[in-house]
């Protein structure tokens, strides 16, 4: 039994919930048969909330009953689409290999003015490093850097013209012998959500980590 979705969560968590759950059906498709159950709260959540369910499992039990979800997408992309607009102005630069050093410097001033401890900041630079570093490697050579503030938690998003086609991205644990594929691993690892979003367009990674000691009026907040 696996419960992901409930009320509570903000809307990026509750949006990222409905996608691992698409990516269960994948990761396990061709392994032995076998079944979760994941309970909704049908008189807490939306009802969009709950359509948006019936998309991603193949049996919807009511009342009692279990039946087929006429709803289900085996295809399910669960990187396509766009992530929200900030609800701030955020901190912008763009980087290409000589401006990783910023890149990190940047990620950890802004760490540091959110209150976040000293594990926490490095955790996030380590993060996003990683990120710039793919955009460099593998997303044409540049990207985009953007820090704000929101929901209470310190944002960190890295965009690039690159495209992934892997589903799977940054679920699977690399081996110890594979060369590269650790960076969006370690970011899932090191961060409270990891939003990812690509297409024909490029790819968005977004990094949210919580900043538990911001005061009350600093939740949503720009680095003018």
């Known amino acids: 039994m696996s419960e992901l979705v409930w009320a509570d969560r903000t809307p990026a968590e509750i949006e990222e919930c409905h996608r691992h759950e698409a990516l269960l059906n994948l990761a396990f498709a061709e392994s032995r048969s076998w079944s979760l159950l994941c309970p909704y709260d049908a008189c807490s959540l939306a009802d969009d909330e709950l359509e948006r369910a019936a998309t991603t499992h193949t049996l919807i039990s009511r009342e009692g009953r279990t039946e087929k979800s006429a709803a289900f997408d085996a295809n399910f992309d669960s990187l396509a689409g766009e992530l929200p607009p900030p609800r701030v102005r955020p901190d912008t630069v763009a980087f290409g290999l000589t401006e990783l ?16 401890d000293s594990r926490t900041v490095a ?55 594979q060369e590269g594929g650790r960076g969006l691993w370690l970011a899932n690892q090191l961060c409270d959500l990891v939003q990812i979003r690509s297409g024909e367009s490029g790819t968005v990674v977004r990094l949210h980590v919580l900043a538990h000691q911001l005061a009350a009026d600093e939740h949503d907040a720009a680095y003018a």
């Open 101 to 116: 050093s910023e890149v990190r410097r940047r990620v950890a001033a802004a760490g540091e003015r959110a209150g976040m």
């Open 123 to 177: 955790d996030l630079v380590t993060a996003t490093s990683e990120l710039a570093a793919n955009s460099v490697m593998h997303g044409g050579g540049t990207g985009t850097l953007r820090l704000w503030r929101e929901n209470g938690s310190l944002l960190a998003e890295v965009e690039d013209e690159g495209r992934i086609e892997e589903q799977l991205v940054g679920r699977l644990r690399p081996g110890i012998t």
